[in-house]
């Protein structure tokens, strides 16, 4: 799929049936928030992305589900899988929509007049690309630098300034993840009840 050339997908085929979808980018941005929120149920997810995305949900879940992700990549094929390094944290990321919105709002407002609270009709196909070539010197760039970083790659003299950084723009974890967080802490720490932790 090029974005200079090919129409814009408004819907997804499924054996041969074509199902409208929900194309804007609030949509998108509400499916990756839903995915990486801890305190949905993971077996809940798929028939809330469902109802989400698709006015009419098709019949096929499985085929519809992996429309969505595909409409959610922007049309890419899914690029190998990450290796697991146990489970996903907030430090893996380097933006969140709903903790950086404020500084995603202002960049989109500088960089390009857009007025993404008053926008009503935007592709997440356009967003994704905006928001990828996003300048280096808004604030929102330089924070996802920041998160980036790999400390141990840097020299020393840099070193503290970018552990500084991360620390002051960490994407904070949520309640659930904290007490877990704190529960394993305690249980390492001596009572070593890890029943409901792991």
């Known amino acids: ?21 929900n194309w804007g980018f609030r ?3 509400l499916y990756e928030m839903m995915m990486l929120d801890n305190e949905v149920l993971a077996e809940e997810k798929p028939l809330l992305a469902l109802r989400l995305f698709y006015p009419t949900i098709p019949d096929d879940w499985q085929e519809a589900l992996e429309g969505i992700q595909w409409f959610y990549r922007c049309g890419e094929e899914e690029r190998g899988k990450r290796k697991k390094r146990g489970r996903n944290t907030n430090q893996d990321r380097i933006y969140s929509f ?18 993404l609270n008053e926008v009503d009709r935007l592709h997440w196909w356009k ?25 141990n790659s840097v020299g020393k003299e840099q070193m ?17 993840e904290q007490e877990k967080q704190e529960a394993l802490e305690q249980a390492l720490m001596g009572d070593g009840k890890l029943k409901g932790i792991l």
Do not use: W
């Not at 974005?3 to 199902?19: N, Q, R």
């Not at 996003?134 to 970083?149: F, H, P, Q, T, W």
């Not at 503290?160 to 002051?168: L, R, V």
């Open 98 to 115: 709903d903790y950086d919105a404020p500084y995603i709002y202002s960049a989109f407002l500088g960089q390009y007049g857009i007025d």
């Open 1 to 21: 799929m090029n974005l200079l050339i090919d129409d814009l997908p408004h819907s997804i085929y499924i054996k041969d049936k074509e199902y409208a979808i």
């Open 160 to 176: 503290d300034f970018y552990k500084k950084m991360k620390e002051q723009y960490a994407i904070p974890i949520s309640k659930t």
């Open 27 to 29: 949509t998108a941005i």
């Open 127 to 151: 967003f994704k690309a905006l928001f990828q070539g996003l300048n280096e010197d808004c604030a929102i760039s330089k924070i996802m630098g920041y998160r980036a970083v790999d400390i």
